[in-house]
């Protein structure tokens, strides 16, 4: 059932689609009410399922991570982790969380190590898959949601084998916004007021 603002958010949101007064409060008392709100209203990202297997999270989003002593993303002008890292072993398959493109694909020695990026121009999302042993895609490959990317492993600056997995939001052509909020424009995907995750199975743990 919809609170009141929320009522009143899905009739004005209604109206500005085409509907009138009476339709929209109609709609918005109705059966459908929670169904209509998520159409109009509810804007958040679906994301689902990451990888193989059932692995949890070694970092989260926001983590400060010291090696001897030295805070190892003030090199990126960085507030923490940029991402959420999941204890995947080597060679876990990594299959795409949305419906996309991909954008980049290489092998960044000193960073991300072997990686990708997805855009998903239709949620206005870019996600990115890094330190893997091996890609699957290359750029400008079209994948959908459980498609294989390619496997995990432990390149670039990386500690351990694992998944390092981030989300940014971009603009109708694909650029990241939000550059400037302390992740550089990456933001944190298990935020549930703007990601909501179906899993079909316990592959990726959701809090």
Same mark, same amino acid.
């Given at each position: 059932m919809l609170t009141t603002s929320q009522k009143i958010e899905l009739i004005l949101a209604m109206m500005k689609g085409g509907h009138s007064l009476i339709s929209a409060t109609n709609e918005a008392n109705g059966v459908n009410q929670d169904k209509y709100y998520k159409e109009y209203c509810? &804007?958040? %990202?679906?994301? +689902?399922?990451? !990888?193989? =297997? $059932?692995?949890?999270? #070694? +970092? &989260? !989003?926001?983590?400060?991570?010291? %090696?001897?002593?030295?805070?190892?993303?003030? +090199?990126? @002008?960085?507030? =923490?982790?940029?991402?959420?890292?999941? *204890?995947?072993?080597?060679g876990t398959k990594l299959i795409s969380c949305v419906n996309g493109v991909v954008t980049t694909a290489y092998n960044n020695v000193g960073g991300w190590g072997y990686h990708c990026y997805v855009w998903d121009k239709d949620q206005k999302i870019m996600v990115i898959y890094a330190h893997m042993k091996s890609l699957?895609?290359?750029? *400008?490959?079209?994948?959908?949601?459980?498609?294989?990317?390619?496997?995990?492993? $432990?390149? =670039? $600056? *990386?500690?351990? /084998?694992?998944?390092? !997995? @981030? /989300?940014?939001?971009?603009?109708?052509?694909?650029?990241?916004?939000?550059?400037?909020?302390?992740?550089?424009? *990456?933001?944190?995907? !298990?935020? #549930?007021?703007?990601?909501?995750? %179906?899993?079909?199975?316990?592959?990726?743990?959701?809090?």
């Open positions: 509810d &804007k958040r %990202i679906v994301l +689902q399922d990451l !990888f193989i =297997g $059932n692995y949890g999270i #070694s +970092q &989260k !989003f926001g983590n400060v991570l010291y %090696i001897n002593k030295v805070n190892v993303y003030k +090199q990126y @002008g960085w507030k =923490g982790h940029n991402g959420v890292d999941f *204890s995947c072993p080597t699957n895609v290359k750029v *400008s490959d079209k994948v959908k949601v459980g498609n294989l990317l390619g496997l995990s492993d $432990n390149t =670039g $600056n *990386s500690t351990g /084998a694992h998944l390092h !997995f @981030g /989300a940014y939001k971009v603009d109708d052509n694909g650029n990241k916004i939000n550059l400037g909020n302390g992740y550089g424009g *990456s933001i944190n995907p !298990f935020d #549930s007021n703007v990601f909501e995750w %179906i899993v079909t199975n316990p592959k990726t743990p959701t809090n």
